[in-house]
T-cell receptor, first 114, second 115 residues
């Protein structure tokens, strides 16, 4: 079965520090997508990125970057120069094998202090 | 940017009562989902819906739960006889295609509190 592991339960940093959130997955699919979602204190789930298994190039979007390593089954998320507004719970997810069901990790709570 | 909207944002209900959570998915999306998140825990899949029928459901989605798309825009989740353990945040999501191909876009959630 598919599995997503986010071993870091909570991370605290001071503003302007860089921070990396880890995501390790297990899948029996040969092609698959991985996702990151952000859940700020207000509770909504915000889609951040979708990544397909064909493409191992790192992706950068402003202060956000993602490092996908198929060899280690990891899809890590780095925030550069963190800001207080980055404080949220971040979830990594991938679809269950051959279904539309998204499997979420347990999330990493990021707290950025001023 | 189009978004998924959910109402109400917070619902308080007595145990044993029926509750209906409402969602308006993004208008051109074809796949619809409900997830729930018990406070402090991870997001769990409940059900997916495509072409006017359930395509997948989890073990959580028992006979007390049902979904409906009563018209071209709304997608509802009904819990027939609520239990204390149904207290959670319920998220509706929609996508243009299935999860393998397109991201699911989530609404802001409905916080359901069962007393």
């Amino acid at each position: 079965a598919q599995k997503v592991t986010q071993a870091q339960t909570e991370i605290s940093v001071v503003e302007k520090e860089d921070v990396t959130l880890d995501c390790v997955y297990e899948t029996r699919d040969t092609t698959y997508y991985l996702f990151w979602y952000k859940q700020p204190p207000s509770g909504e789930l915000v889609f951040l990125i979708r990544r397909n298994s064909f493409d191992e190039q790192n992706e950068i979007s402003g202060r956000y970057s993602w490092n996908f390593q198929k060899s280690t089954s990891s899809f890590n998320f780095t925030i550069t120069a963190s800001q207080v507004v980055d404080s949220a719970v971040y979830f990594c997810a991938l679809p269950e094998y051959n279904t539309d069901k998204l499997i979420f990790g347990t999330g990493t709570r990021l707290q950025v202090f001023p | 940017e189009p978004e998924v909207t959910q109402t109400p944002s917070h619902q308080v209900t007595q145990m044993g009562q029926e509750v209906i959570l409402r969602c308006v998915p993004i208008s051109n999306h074809l796949y619809f989902y409900w997830y729930r998140q018990i406070l402090g825990q991870k997001v769990e899949f409940l059900v997916s819906f495509y072409n006017n029928e359930i395509s997948e459901k989890s073990e959580i989605f028992d006979d007390q739960f049902s979904v409906e798309r009563p018209d071209g825009s709304n997608f509802t989740l009904k819990i027939r006889s609520t239990k204390l353990e149904d207290s959670a945040m319920y998220f509706c999501a929609s996508s243009l295609q299935g999860a393998i191909n397109q991201p699911q876009h989530f609404g802001d959630g409905t916080r359901l509190s069962i007393l």
